[in-house]
């Protein structure tokens, strides 16, 4: 079969957080069926969470009645052009240095598609979500990190090496030394994801402790009963994503920008905020870009994943660039 005329076959789809990894059956339609999930448990380290992504894979093929052909993965952390984690912050522990796309081909038999979580999602949404039948395409993940991805022309543009797309470690406060998970100081994540605010309000409230299920959905809540310093928080998390937006703006001239991630559902005043700041900021030029929520929720790095096999395979027929070296 050429390699224009390659047809999209359902896939095995996995995407690996901090906090859990989900597993589904993908098709070309954008539905994601047999869907289910197993906590990370990171402190048990690298291999304890490989074998619990292979035995999730396992029972994912063994529930459906499609025998998939390749398996797409989404993954917090650098992915290098072997599939393997080149770089990973303390969010996943023993991540780094993770052969990922070796050890599911050699576990499963499969082709293995393996790239960031950030570049997943906003290539779900591009192809599938908020982003559909646009160009150029920046998705930002906002939850207890922050990334994202950008997607140009229906494909993810990796840069020199690979490594483009990392929106969450751009300096946006070059007064306070916020340290941020990369190691840095100033950056984006370090004060717009979920941790920077919880971080904010426990200082702000000289709250010694918080209750281990408190996060910013209670923040927001409790803003939006009238308590000053949980609306301040909120909004102050909202100003620095804005102004990590404007930069985005500036630089990329995209179509759309579409913004995902836990944060990102605390509702339409943070969202109201963020697009303020941001219009307040950008050039004439690109203010009036649409700022969006994403649309497919937590599929969306499924659905990226899924869409990256599908690529990947019909890259695999033809001739591969470094940058398209993914399976």
């Known amino acids: 079969m050429t ?17 859990k990894i989900a597993g589904a059956m993908a098709f070309p339609d954008g539905r994601i069926e047999q869907q289910q999930t197993r906590p990370t448990l990171g402190i048990e380290g690298g291999d304890a969470i490989m074998c619990r992504v292979i035995e ?3 029972t994912i093929i063994a529930a459906s009645a499609i025998a998939p052909n390749a398996i797409g993965v989404s ?5 290098g052009h072997e599939g393997e984690i ?11 240095g993770m052969p990922v796309r070796a050890r599911l081909k050699a576990a499963l038999g499969l082709r293995a598609f ?14 599938f979500g908020a982003g559909r039948g646009r160009k150029h395409v920046i998705g930002v993940v906002v939850g207890t990190g922050i990334g994202g991805g950008i997607v140009l022309d229906q494909k993810i543009y990796r840069g020199a090496y690979g490594f483009a797309g990392r929106l969450g ?16 100081a100033g950056c984006l994540e370090a004060h717009a994801a979920s941790l920077a605010l919880i971080a904010e309000y426990r200082k702000r409230a000289n709250a010694e402790s918080l209750d281990p299920g408190f996060g910013v959905k209670e923040i927001a809540a409790l803003a939006e009963n009238g308590n000053e310093i949980a609306a301040q928080v909120i909004q102050r998390g909202a100003y620095f994503l804005g102004v990590g937006i404007a930069s985005f703006l ?14 990102a559902q605390i509702g339409e005043t943070y969202f109201a905020e963020v697009r303020r700041v941001a219009r307040a900021r950008a050039q004439g030029s690109v203010c009036a870009t649409p700022i969006v929520p994403a ?5 969306a790095n499924l659905i990226g994943a899924a869409e990256l096999a599908w690529q990947g395979l019909k890259n695999s027929e033809g001739t591969r660039t470094n940058a398209d070296k993914r399976g």
């Open 295 to 299: 649309l497919l929720g937590t599929h």
């Open 250 to 263: 500036n630089l990329f001239n995209p179509d759309i920008i579409i913004v995902g991630g836990g944060v």
């Open 3 to 19: 390699k224009n005329k390659m047809k999209r076959e359902p896939v095995i789809v996995i995407d690996i957080g901090g906090t």
């Open 56 to 58: 999730l894979a396992h």
């Open 169 to 184: 470690h751009i300096i946006v406060d070059f007064t306070e030394q916020q340290p941020c998970t990369c190691g840095g």
């Open 86 to 96: 080149v770089y990973a912050t303390a969010t996943i522990p023993g991540w780094q």
């Open 114 to 127: 393996v790239d960031n979580d950030g570049n997943a999602m906003a290539l779900g949404e591009a192809m």
């Open 75 to 79: 993954t917090g952390g650098d992915v």
